[in-house]
């Protein structure tokens, strides 16, 4: 079977599996993240998809926005294939349970109204509706189309036709940093990503992946679903609740599929390396692991360091890591190290980065995430003078390619923005300004931080990350991944923050663990905060993709909305 395609579009990608190798397993799915429940072959993705095509035809016309509501993977998949046969534009959105959580239901309800779509596809849609509509009633007057493995009707459809230009699916943005905005994604640019990806990571009909992260986000959709059609490989997919609760099914899966490929964001190796018991690493084997990747938040080389050490002994080979950086707008991947060489790691001065520049030092060691190839440019650039930066400088990335997303759906001044921006001296574009901060250091990208997250105080750069990861790392009763560092405005100027969650079953001396955790900033970054929050597990605003919203918890903050155990006792107590 060929691994490279002809297609231009994935409904092609998808006949031409289907015709190469009809009867070879396509996707596995574990719904409790252990026992199969079914395996699809690529002549049955085919068939399912067209069939669910027709009947999604008969409620929506071409270019018409579908909402893709489906917590069950195999569901997901389904729905996704047959939009891009029914040339329906898939809106894929984190399914809202509990549906009497406000946050969720209102992002879906922006969405809806953002997108202006009509159908909704989902599994027991009456079920489903009478529960979506309590939260968000907008959603009463779309057409409701339910999922179903049903092959009935699909020799009889006709996929409709599409160009490279037209859309193929609409990809919301987490909404880390502002509200979520539609990333418009069309099949030229998907299917080029696709072969960045291919190349980049080494793909051949023999890949094969375990995957558990949620298919409504660009990384688990575009980095697992997708090249299975686009490179001829099998996925094992595992609903993304099963490895949270329970690490070890990912690496079991792993062992029992012999998967090549597989990985998350930095937090699942953590989790790994902490809540995977010895009695439960028995019999784990991640020998046959030839790629496993981390992206989509700030990579830290000593979890790397960790995991790479705990599972030396049931055969990973660090080797094996793939750092790597990509966005929803460079439609996913955008950098990537050589596959088989692991982690490039780069000690720095603490002091010289916060100045804006990548030295060598003593101090902090950055993770790269690789370089760029085909047709992919990248640039570092001045964000206020729009001026190509030098090597080792730090500042925002920019990216050139053909898989660039077009435009944020339906909002020009947020498009023209992002997508267009141009450099002067010398004059070029248009580029998508990514709103990270990095560094170019012999051609490998290093990534610092967020542009709009950066904490200015005294006329110092500080990355919130940095702190953050401070503060965890001070005491083991603050919870990893839930701390949020900021700055606010006071008279006097600039104050740093810093909310932590507390873990449910801690139960400190409130006092003197806010002290500790001051004190560990102020001896790593020589700043000290105004206050430190300690607040109460699981209340740190994140996006549905478990991204960190340090703007929201700001505004919390501000509003006096946090969920509050206690605070520390500020030289100069803000109020």
């Known amino acids: 079977m060929e691994t490279t395609l002809r297609a231009r579009t994935l409904a092609e990608a998808i006949s031409q599996?289907?015709?190469?190798?009809?009867?070879?397993?396509?996707?596995?799915?574990?719904?409790?993240?252990?026992?199969?429940?079914?395996?699809?072959?690529?002549?049955?993705?085919?068939?399912?998809?067209?069939?669910?095509?027709?009947?999604?035809?008969?409620?929506?016309?071409?270019?018409?926005?579908?909402?893709?509501?489906?917590?069950?993977s195999a569901d997901f998949v389904l729905a996704f294939l047959a939009c891009q046969f029914a040339g329906v534009v898939a809106v894929p959105v984190y399914p809202p349970f509990p549906v009497t959580s406000p946050r969720r239901a209102q992002t879906l309800r922006t969405i809806a109204e953002d997108c202006g779509a009509t159908a909704v596809l989902c599994a027991a849609p009456e079920h489903t509706r009478g529960l979506l509509t309590q939260a968000v009633p907008e959603l009463d007057r779309l057409r409701w189309i339910g999922i179903a493995a049903d092959a009935q009707g699909a020799p009889d459809f006709e996929p409709v036709p599409v160009t490279g230009d037209d859309i193929s699916f609409l990809q919301y943005t987490s909404g880390s940093t502002s509200a979520p905005k539609g990333v418009v994604v069309t099949h030229d640019a998907l299917m080029h990503n696709q072969e960045v990806i291919r190349q980049s990571m080494g793909f051949d009909p023999e890949t094969r992946f375990v995957g558990w992260l949620p298919l409504f986000h660009d990384m688990g959709l575009m980095g697992t679903v997708v090249p299975v059609l686009y490179s001829g490989n099998r996925a094992v997919l595992l609903p993304p609740l099963s490895f949270v609760q329970r690490p070890a099914r990912w690496l079991r899966a792993v062992t029992r599929y012999r998967a090549t490929i597989t990985g998350g964001p930095n937090f699942a190796y953590e989790l790994c390396c902490r809540r995977i018991p010895a009695a439960d690493r028995e019999g784990l084997d991640l020998s046959s692991l030839e790629v496993m990747f981390n992206g989509a938040e700030p990579i830290r080389a000593e979890?790397?360091?960790?995991?790479?050490?705990?599972?030396?002994?049931?055969?990973?080979?660090?080797?094996?890591?793939?750092?790597?950086?990509?966005?929803?707008?460079?439609?996913?991947?955008?950098?990537?190290?050589?596959?088989?060489?692991?982690?490039?790691?780069?000690?720095?001065?603490?002091?010289?980065?916060?100045?804006g520049r990548v030295t060598p030092g003593a101090d902090q060691t950055l993770v790269g995430s690789g370089r760029v190839s085909?047709?992919?440019?990248?640039?570092?650039?001045?964000?206020?003078?729009?001026?190509?930066?030098?090597?080792?400088?730090?500042?925002?990335?920019?990216?050139?390619?053909?898989?660039?997303?077009?435009?944020?759906?339906?909002?020009?001044?947020?498009?023209?923005?992002?997508?267009?921006?141009?450099?002067?001296?010398?004059?070029?574009?248009?580029?998508?300004?990514?709103?990270?901060?990095?560094?170019?250091?012999?051609?490998?990208?290093?990534?610092?931080?967020?542009?709009?997250?950066?904490?200015?105080?005294?006329?110092?750069?500080?990355?919130?990350?940095?702190?953050?990861?401070?503060?965890?790392?001070?005491?083991?009763?603050?919870?990893?991944?839930?701390?949020?560092?900021?700055?606010?405005?006071?008279?006097?100027?600039?104050?740093?923050?810093?909310?932590?969650?507390?873990?449910?079953?801690?139960?400190?001396?409130?006092?003197?663990?806010?002290?500790?955790?001051?004190?560990?900033?102020?001896?790593?970054?020589?700043?000290?905060?105004?206050?430190?929050?300690?607040?109460?597990?699981?209340?740190?605003?994140?996006?549905?993709?478990?991204?960190?919203?340090?703007?929201?918890?700001?505004?919390?903050?501000?509003?006096?909305?946090?969920?509050?155990?206690t605070s520390s006792v500020a030289t100069e107590a803000v109020r």
């Open 303 to 355: 979890t790397l360091a960790k995991f790479a050490a705990e599972f030396a002994g049931h055969g990973f080979d660090s080797n094996a890591f793939y750092p790597c950086y990509g966005l929803a707008e460079s439609t996913l991947m955008t950098t990537g190290p050589r596959r088989g060489t692991g982690a490039v790691t780069l000690t720095v001065s603490r002091d010289e980065l916060a100045e």
């Open 374 to 565: 085909l047709h992919r440019e990248l640039l570092i650039v001045d964000p206020d003078t729009r001026i190509p930066a030098p090597d080792g400088q730090v500042g925002e990335i920019w990216i050139g390619g053909p898989d660039a997303a077009l435009a944020y759906w339906g909002n020009e001044a947020a498009t023209s923005d992002t997508f267009r921006a141009e450099t002067v001296a010398p004059q070029s574009g248009p580029y998508l300004r990514s709103g990270d901060l990095g560094a170019l250091v012999d051609g490998e990208l290093f990534v610092v931080g967020r542009r709009k997250d950066l904490v200015i105080i005294g006329g110092r750069n500080y990355y919130p990350q940095d702190i953050e990861h401070t503060v965890e790392n001070a005491d083991p009763r603050i919870r990893r991944g839930c701390t949020a560092a900021f700055a606010v405005d006071r008279a006097g100027g600039e104050e740093l923050i810093v909310v932590a969650e507390v873990k449910a079953d801690a139960d400190p001396d409130i006092a003197a663990l806010t002290a500790t955790l001051r004190a560990a900033v102020t001896v790593d970054h020589s700043i000290t905060p105004a206050r430190v929050v300690l607040v109460r597990a699981g209340t740190v605003p994140k996006t549905s993709s478990g991204k960190l919203q340090r703007r929201a918890t700001r505004t919390a903050f501000e509003d006096g909305a946090l969920d509050e155990i």
């Open 17 to 72: 599996r289907a015709a190469d190798a009809a009867d070879r397993i396509a996707y596995t799915f574990l719904p409790d993240g252990e026992n199969e429940s079914h395996s699809w072959t690529f002549g049955e993705v085919e068939q399912l998809s067209r069939a669910l095509a027709a009947r999604i035809s008969q409620d929506a016309a071409p270019g018409d926005r579908a909402l893709i509501v489906a917590p069950d």
